[in-house]
C-alpha cells in the first residue's frame, strides 16, 4: 500500500527555518517524483517544489526560490523540504505527495498524499 507521512512542521518566527521530511512505502521508490505542495486557510493548494528521485532533478515555485531547498534521501525512502528565510506568508499546511513519473511538475496530477504538516511562521 503506498504510503507517505510528513513531520517537520510547527511554528517559527519570521525568518526562521524548517525541515520537513516526507517517508514513503509501499512503492517502488525510483520510479516516482516527490512533490511539496501547501494550502492557506481561504486559498487554493499551490505547488512549492518537486524532485525526480531517480534523477535529482528539481522545481520550485518562484516565491520560494533561493529560500527552499528539496532533496531526497534515497536509501532511508525520505524526501526533504529545507525552508530557510520563512515569511509569515509562508503559514500554511504542507503536503507531500508521490507521482509515478521519471520528472516531475508542480502542476502534474499526483497519485498518492499525506495527510499534512502545520507551518506556522508568526512571532
Known amino acids: 500500500q503506498l504510503q507517505l507521512v510528513e513531520s517537520g512542521g510547527g511554528l517559527v518566527q519570521p525568518g526562521g527555518s524548517l525541515r520537513l521530511s516526507c517517508v514513503a512505502s509501499g512503492f517502488s521508490w525510483s520510479y516516482y517524483a516527490i512533490g511539496w505542495f501547501r494550502q492557506a486557510p481561504g486559498k487554493e493548494r499551490e505547488g512549492v517544489s518537486c524532485i525526480s528521485l531517480r534523477y535529482g532533478a528539481t522545481r520550485y515555485t518562484d516565491s520560494v526560490k533561493g529560500r527552499f531547498t528539496i532533496s531526497r534521501d534515497n536509501a532511508k525512502n525520505t524526501a526533504y523540504l529545507q525552508m530557510n528565510s520563512l515569511k509569515p506568508e509562508d503559514t500554511a499546511v504542507y503536503y507531500c505527495?508521490?507521482?509515478?513519473?521519471?520528472?516531475?511538475?508542480?502542476?502534474?496530477?499526483?497519485?498518492?498524499w499525506g495527510q499534512g504538516t502545520q507551518v506556522t511562521v508568526s512571532s
Open positions: 505527495a508521490a507521482i509515478r513519473a521519471v520528472f516531475c511538475g508542480l502542476t502534474d496530477s499526483y497519485d498518492v
